[in-house]
T-cell receptor, first 114, second 117 residues
Framework: AQSVTQLGSHVSVSEGALVLLRCNYSSSVPPYLFWYVQYPNQGLQLLLKYTTGATLVKGINGFEAEFKKSETSFHLTKPSAHMSDAAEYFCAVSFSGNTGKLIFGQGTTLQVKP | DVKVTQSSRYLVKRTGEKVFLECVQDMDHENMFWYRQDPGLGLRLIYFSYDVKMKEKGDIPEGYSVSREKKERFSLILESASTNQTSMYLC????????????????FGPGTRLTVL
């Protein structure tokens, strides 16, 4: 069965430090990959997505992610954390055709310490 | 910008009540989705619809039904609310991939936090 795993339900970094949020998927076919962010009391907002082409994808707010097929991973990074990055982050994959159904990971809460 | 709105941000209902959660999108999207979000479980798909009057079950449809009479509106119905349906409910929409469009991004509403007492 297709699934998504986010390693670490909580990640804490200091302001200015590297942010690394891990996402692995299981699938026999290459998926489409997404990272969403959810700020407190809000819906989900798209950070970035990988469909085809370049495997390093840049998103909003300085985030980027690299699709590594051999590792079935799509980890999210940001070189320098900002206090405003504190939120919950969701990795998601899509395998289906027209409807674009998504399978979400469990989510990772990012805490940024001053 | 795509806008997805949900009828209520917070809702408190009693066990056994019939509950309607409404979702409206303004971008003429074909696909609409209902998820519930619970801590540690991420988002789980309840139902989705890829066209007016069309619906398909997601991963956790038990205890829920949906209605899509108009393209812009997708309603989630809890026929008889129970305490285990206390959760955050998120609606999303996306365009279809017809015409060779690349994979479609889902756009989310702000969510409805439902408490069933």
């Amino acid at each position: 069965a297709q699934s998504v795993t986010q390693l670490g339900s909580h990640v804490s970094v200091s302001e200015g430090a590297l942010v690394l949020l891990r996402c692995n998927y299981s699938s026999s076919v290459p998926p489409y990959l997404f990272w969403y962010v959810q700020y407190p009391n809000q819906g989900l907002q798209l950070l970035l997505k990988y469909t085809t082409g370049a495997t390093l994808v840049k998103g909003i707010n300085g985030f980027e992610a690299e699709f590594k097929k051999s590792e079935t991973s799509f980890h999210l990074t940001k070189p320098s954390a900002h206090m405003s990055d504190a939120a919950e982050y969701f990795c998601a994959v899509s395998f289906s055709g027209n409807t674009g159904k998504l399978i979400f990971g469990q989510g990772t809460t990012l805490q940024v310490k001053p | 910008d795509v806008k997805v709105t949900q009828s209520s941000r917070y809702l408190v209902k009693r066990t056994g009540e019939k509950v309607f959660l409404e979702c409206v999108q303004d971008m003429d999207h074909e696909n609409m989705f209902w998820y519930r979000q619970d801590p540690g479980l991420g988002l789980r798909l309840i139902y989705f619809s890829y066209d007016v009057k069309m619906k398909e079950k997601g991963d956790i449809p038990e205890g829920y039904s949906v209605s899509r009479e108009k393209k812009e509106r997708f309603s989630l119905i809890l026929e008889s609310a129970s305490t285990n349906q206390t959760s955050m409910y998120l609606c999303a929409s996306s365009p279809s991939r017809r015409g060779g469009r690349a994979i479609a991004t889902q756009y989310f509403g702000p969510g409805t936090r439902l408490t069933v007492l």
